[in-house]
């Protein structure tokens, strides 16, 4: 599920931005079904204009029924009434999705045969500190096995000591749900903290959801400013 708004606060219309020769949405909806890991691959949307994008080059959308705060909401009212078990979410401005990152967090429910983790994510690191302290870009940090303990867009860990290591990682926008975790956060009220940060899976933690982050290499760009925009035309180069 590609969860596609046409209205950002930092990039209107974003989405339907070209991208060599593309729309970025369009870039993104086939990136992630040429991946063919998916049984069906859908854009959710509240946009006449980026669901007729989608449907007029053979691609499938849905149509949202109701006004929605979030990816996720939108997501769990589309899949309410499918038999799926497994919902991969990946953000619309998304357009280097790739297989490698994905299988990844597909993979995490593979290895979880007692179904104790709720969600899986991606992670990459980053060492610029310009991107660390950036709020455009969501951080995270985990416990020993993984799992996320919280996301914000201040740098996390704060650096009071330098030396002692610590690494920085970059929360990437995909996410892989139970559809149950789904179906809960769309009934679970928005709570401060992540009502503060404007960062969704805060909820999940909220709530006591287990989120297991996986760490991958591959960072493409993600479209949040037209200087975003700018880089992905030259890396798509």
Not at 115 to 140: Q, R
Not at 152 to 172: L, N, Q, T, V
Request: with cysteine.
């Amino acid at each position: 599920m590609i969860p596609a708004r046409y209205s950002a606060s930092r990039f209107p219309a974003k989405l339907m931005q070209d991208l060599a020769g593309k729309t970025v949405i369009l870039r993104t909806y086939e990136a992630t079904v040429a991946t063919q890991l998916f049984d069906d691959v859908y854009v959710v949307t509240d946009s006449d204009i980026i669901y007729n994008e989608i449907v007029s080059h053979g691609g499938k959308a849905i149509m949202s029924q109701k006004e929605h705060q979030s990816g996720s909401d939108r997501i769990a009212e589309a899949v309410a009434d499918l038999d799926v078990d497994i919902v991969v979410n990946v953000q619309g401005d998304e357009p280097f999705t790739e297989r490698a990152s994905l299988q990844k967090v597909i993979e995490v429910f593979k290895e979880d045969p007692n179904k104790d983790i709720d969600l899986a994510s991606l992670m990459v690191e980053i060492k610029d500190w310009d991107e660390i302290s950036n709020p455009n870009t969501v951080k995270v940090i985990v416990d020993q096995q993984n799992f996320a303990l919280y996301f914000s867009r201040s740098p996390i860990p704060y650096p009071r000591d330098k030396e002692a290591g610590a690494r920085y990682f970059k929360h990437k926008g995909i996410y892989a749900f139970r559809k149950q975790a789904l179906l809960d956060f769309y009934e679970l009220p928005m709570q401060f903290l992540e009502a503060t940060e404007k960062i969704e899976c805060i909820r999940y933690l909220e709530y006591g959801k287990k989120i297991k982050m996986v760490e991958t290499n591959v960072e493409g760009v993600e479209i949040d400013t037209p200087e975003d925009l700018e880089r992905a035309k030259q890396l798509w180069k």
